[in-house]
């Protein structure tokens, strides 16, 4: 079997297509304003900002929630700075060409993409406790999933990665 055609090659080739055209939406600064938007929102501001929200609302009903919102947090963090620093995965805009950077890269590496775990992880507690802020943390969870292709911070494979395992930590984490 030729290498070129070895359905690991494949799938690199299919991440990369779908990169670069999601990085070509963001060309039209509407979209590149809505994912930056989202994307800096995703670095935790959200996040820190409905769990304030939630204490001031239900007070000590929200601190499990929110204590568990934190501990998730913090065990994604390690998680994926450990994965970056063994796969040490350059991001897509300093690979290839076609992709640009018009975002803010909070690190160098690419693999998995740490919006995205926090994003998952965080909504699927928020969920347990509060399943009525569906209609606000799926929405918000999904464009800054798609905020890190579209601005040249990650492939595809990569958000894909950091959904699985902030799926992965958050329902393990409630199933303790």
Known sequence: MNNLNSPLQQIN?????????????SR?????????????????VFW???????????????VPAVVHMLAVGLLS?????????KTLRPRPYNVYPAIVCVGKALDQF?????HTMHAVSFSIVVLAYFPALFWLV????????????ILGLHYP????????????????????
């Open 13 to 25: 080739r299919w991440d990369v297509e779908l990169c670069v055209f999601c990085n070509k939406q």
């Open 110 to 114: 690419s693999f998995p993409s740490g």
């Open 77 to 85: 963090t390690v998680i994926y700075k450990l994965i970056k620093g």
């Open 138 to 149: 799926v929405p918000f969870a999904t464009l800054v999933a798609l905020s890190r292709p």
């Open 28 to 44: 039209f600064l509407s979209v590149r304003r809505v994912f930056r938007s989202a994307s800096r929102l995703g670095d935790g």
């Open 157 to 176: 494979s990569d958000v894909i990665a950091g959904a699985a395992l902030g799926a992965a930590l958050a329902f393990g984490s409630l199933a303790l």
């Open 48 to 62: 820190y900002t409905l769990m304030v929200a939630l204490l001031l609302s239900y007070q000590m009903a929200a």
